[in-house]
């Protein structure tokens, strides 16, 4: 099992011997259970230094209650930010917000500038803000003043109201004689059961291992034969291996090197840049996802040369499931509720239309048609997402952003089931896979057939299996890889499906629970596999499987601004599920 550790060690920290007295009992567990709950695991000095307090659980709820937002590991460096800044607002005024990252040149950009540009910014928009602890006299009116001013800038606005909604006349639904029929296949919600030990790591990447090598060993017939790594012999001549990737590098030469590993040990492999066949898949391989190797070992025998690479991938024409029922479900992505930027006449717009009160007739046709509404993430804006986001919401208390919402969602009609999943600005863990919402947000939303889902989750809609996934691992896919871009979502999801995994590499973008499965594993191909949180619209097709990128109901942030980035808003994505055949709605010329 030495490989093993070798993957999972360098995520956590080991316990010293002479430390592990403080870690037993009921008052530790219970600490390290107050922090799981929120999807947050402490690393073995943090714990060490909550224990020394005079009051261990109480100092533990003040750290919680602290906590802008739950990282994934709480760190000694968090926790005396927080005791730093909770004294600095007892004995001065609150120091300046951080300052934004410069805006990008305007001059054209070859695409690796424009990747580095991308990761620059990203990496801003992902840290977490630093403190600034020093003020100086000059800067202090200033300050105030600013300070005035941010908080005139997020005063609560008044509640957002549903607009009155005017049935059209004769206009009957036919959605409305056909029972909602919704059967969930996979979801992490009620099923966690990681508190950030080594050994849920070694479980998270045994599980994804194992799991993709079932795929590959059902589907991929070049990768039949492969052995373990550790029964590589020197003589032999070709050799077929399912690893692990543990680093992906680009040598002095421009070749591409590529380390997998097994629960037997490691082997380095090299895919040659004159090979221009598998040199572009070497240029797909991502830390952390299970590969197929098919390959020779080297004269020198110190590395095997990649002739193939095997991706587990989906079978080249997928047979879709259809429902006989005349139904339809639409995609309802990044809303983000509290948002000064959330386009109330475009929503207003949609929720005329999906009463029948607006469109031609063939449009009312379709809304007749709609049973279910999926909404995959980002649901509100939420509170502490992006240094000085607080200056572009309308309401800054998020437990309002969700009544708000649950006021707005009022409006649909009683007939239509309404799926809700998070994302990253919601009120979940941060960590993937994301839970459900709490039952205290769950009870803000009556009136109508509400179903609460984790983020990803599997569900099958009328017998039509669909893959939902709020994608914030398509910023990870589209950095690393030099070929994609998260301005065109579906050519991510493609590989996404490809590799049969939704976010392989672990320390990205994308913060990853170490569950003692992975949900993260594309096991069954669905019919429908939508994403949003790029806030681009987008409808596309990867051998039989329907791709949607959802759309947004936000117009474009500062962020997006210096990102050179304008979102593909108030569109509207509709799958028919008894002909497969997929089509938006616009509502961005539309309003109220």
């Known amino acids: 099992m030495r490989a093993w550790e070798t993957i999972t060690l360098k995520t956590t920290t080991p316990i010293p011997d002479a430390d592990k007295n403080i870690f037993h009992g009921e008052a530790m567990k219970s600490i390290l259970q107050l922090f799981s709950d929120h999807g947050t695991f402490v690393q073995p000095e943090a714990l060490k230094y909550i224990a020394s307090k005079d009051n261990p659980d109480t100092f533990a709820s003040f750290l919680i209650h602290s906590l802008r937002e739950y990282p994934l590991f709480l760190t000694m460096e968090t ?9 600095q607002i007892s004995e001065q005024p609150p120091s300046p917000p951080p300052t934004e990252p410069p805006a990008p040149p305007t001059h054209p950009l070859d695409k690796t500038m424009e990747k580095e540009l991308q990761k620059k910014i990203l990496s801003t928009l992902y840290d977490k803000p630093k403190f600034t602890t020093e003020v100086t006299d ?13 908080r005139d800038d997020t005063e609560e606005q008044p509640p957002l109201q549903p ?18 029929e919704v059967r969930i296949t996979q979801d992490v919600t009620g099923k966690r059961s990681s508190h950030g030990t080594t050994q849920d790591f070694v479980n998270l990447f045994r599980s994804r291992y194992q799991g993709i090598r079932t795929i590959l060993c059902n589907q991929r017939r070049e990768i039949a034969q492969f052995i373990p790594i550790n029964r590589i012999k020197k003589s032999m001549t070709d050799v077929q291996l399912i690893g692990i990737v543990k680093t992906v590098k680009t040598t002095h030469n421009g070749h591409r090197l590529i380390e997998i590993e097994d629960e037997t040990g490691t082997v380095p492999l090299m895919a040659l840049k004159g090979n221009t066949d598998i040199f572009p898949l070497a240029s797909e391989v991502m830390a952390d996802e299970v590969i197929g190797i098919v390959g020779r070992i080297s004269i020198n025998s110190d590395l095997i040369i990649i002739n193939n690479i095997i991706y587990p991938d989906i079978k080249l024409h997928h047979e879709r499931k259809r429902t006989d029922s005349p139904l339809c479900a639409a995609f309802l992505s990044d809303i983000h509720i509290g948002s000064k930027m959330f386009m109330q006449p475009e929503w207003n717009a949609f929720l005329r239309w999906i009463n029948g009160d607006l469109g031609n007739s063939r449009q009312r046709d379709v809304a007749s048609k709609l049973k279910y509404l999926v909404l995959p993430g980002d649901l509100v804006d939420g509170i502490g997402i992006y240094p000085n986001q607080e200056k572009e919401l309308s309401i800054p208390n998020i437990y309002h952003q969700y009544e708000a919402l649950a006021t707005q969602l009022t409006a649909i009609p ?16 941060p960590a993937e896979p994301q839970p459900a919402f709490e039952q205290e947000i769950r009870d803000l939303f009556q009136g109508k057939e509400f179903i609460f889902l984790g983020n990803p989750s599997t569900f099958t809609l009328h017998g039509v299996e669909i893959l939902s996934y709020h994608g914030q691992s398509l910023l990870d896919y589209s950095t690393n890889i030099q070929a994609l871009s998260y301005n065109a979502p579906t050519e991510v999801m493609k590989l996404m499906l490809k590799k049969r995994h939704l976010a ?14 992975d949900y993260m594993i594309i096991t069954q ?11 681009v619209s987008a409808i596309d097709n990867y ?9 947004s109901w936000q117009a474009q942030t500062s962020y997006q601004k210096m990102m050179n980035f304008t979102p593909d808003s108030a569109k509207l994505p509709i799958v028919d599920l008894k002909t497969g055949n997929a089509t938006t709605m616009d509502f961005s010329k539309t309003s109220t």
Do not use: C, M
């Open 138 to 150: 000059d800067e202090d009116s200033e300050d105030t003043e600013d300070d005035d001013k941010s």
């Open 525 to 535: 191909v669905p019919d429908i596999f939508v994403t949003g949180h790029v806030h």
């Open 504 to 517: 392989p590499t672990y320390g990205g973008y994308t913060p990853l629970a170490p569950e003692q499965e």
């Open 414 to 429: 009683d007939h239509i089931t309404v799926l809700l999943q998070p994302g990253n600005h919601d009120a979940v863990r």
């Open 79 to 87: 926790i005396k930010t927080i005791e730093e800044t909770s004294q």
């Open 543 to 551: 051998r039989g499987v329907t791709l949607i990128n959802a759309s």
């Open 163 to 180: 607009l009155d909604i005017k049935t059209a006349k004769g206009w009957k639904p036919l959605a409305r004689d056909y029972d909602a």
